[in-house]
DNA sequence: TCCGTTATGGACTGAACGTTCCAGAAAGAG
DNA sequence: CTCTTTCTGGAACGTTCAGTCCATAACGGA
């Protein structure tokens, strides 16, 4: 719950933005369990920043299986990148704000995609053979688009796009499938 | 000059990364001047968010204005994006490190992105008459695609991706147009 | 009940930060 | 050359920050 909380803070005020006060009171814990429970502010945010890789993969692999039509699933996985982008992405935030800059946020961030990155081009392949995107594009170049594009949305949804807007997004980066 | 310099360091770190003696440094100018000229760090960030914005702006619709065909404009203009995609965006930057906490940042981007909003606009319905563009998408929506196509790309750069999947981002967002 | 472990909050430290002060150097106009 | 304006570098200020210390309180198993 502490850890969860922490993400909610990093996710609307990245690392720089964030004091140890905040996290603490925010957490809910005293500032001294803070530290011995996860060391330091830096290898907290990597913590939240792990654990948010993976709950966030979980949802999106959730929404990509669930519909049995496989082209389906691709748009369940945007439609529910549209619905959560109110909320910041803290992956997003986190290459924005360090770049290349901290190689074990890169490393987090690499671990986590290299899942996504599997499912989603299972699925694109699939979609593919049931005729629902077209063959002349190279899976994993799909793969590399769809999820520029929720970078896209979610960049949109921070600079305040509204609800209509994001879901044109999603509708008209879907079209480069067909 | 001392301006540019400012919107390069601020591009690389941000605005809570970028301290006031690495603004000294990198502007070649003393710190009483730099208060003196600019007033603070603040105001010094959004005088250099405006310039950026206006110096990019003109680069966008130079290279959407280039070629005669409308499509072959809108190429030109992503093929930039891609091509300067190493370097990171200042207005993504601001986006992702304030939201909507900073009105100020808010309107300064907002001025920007009406200009080029309007001439991006315009010769899409040029692409659609000269039937490159689908007559299906309204023009806006378009627009508002593209604009977080670039973002996605910028975002894609700046963790790490090589101008070979740059490319093919902006070449399968391309499609979605079609 | 007792005892070892864990959590707590307030005071504290040292460093970094943005900003201001100040005295002097450079520059430019007349 | 002289006066005025602008620029400069270093010292200093007050604040904020991440992180530590410490004495105390809560907890949980036996």
Redesign the interface.
């Known amino acids: 719950m502490a850890l969860d909380a922490a993400i909610d803070v990093f996710r ?1 005020h ?1 690392f ?2 964030t004091s140890a006060d905040m996290l603490v009171e925010a957490m809910g814990i005293g500032r001294q369990s803070l530290y011995n429970t996860f060391g330091d502010k830096w290898r907290l945010y990597q913590a939240a920043l792990q654990r948010y890789n993976i709950l966030e993969g979980h949802a999106h692999v959730a929404a990509l299986r669930t519909p049995t039509r496989a082209v389906d699933g691709l748009r369940a996985m945007m439609e529910r990148v549209v619905d959560e982008a109110r909320k ?1 992405c803290l992956g ?2 986190a ?3 360090f ?2 800059s901290k190689p074990e946020v ?1 490393k987090i ?1 690499a671990a986590a995609d290299r899942i996504l990155r599997a499912a989603i081009g299972a699925r694109i392949r699939e979609a593919q053979a049931d005729g629902d995107v077209s063959t002349d ?2 899976p994993d ?2 793969v ?2 769809l ?7 979610r ?2 949804a ?4 509204d609800v209509i ?1 994001l879901e ?2 999603g509708r ?2 879907l ?2 499938l ?1």
């Open positions: 609307e990245g720089d933005g910041p997003v935030g290459i924005c704000e770049g290349n890169g961030n594009l190279q170049e799909v590399d688009f999820i520029a594009a929720f970078a896209g949305i960049v949109a921070r600079g305040g796009a807007r044109a997004l008209t980066a079209r480069a067909r």
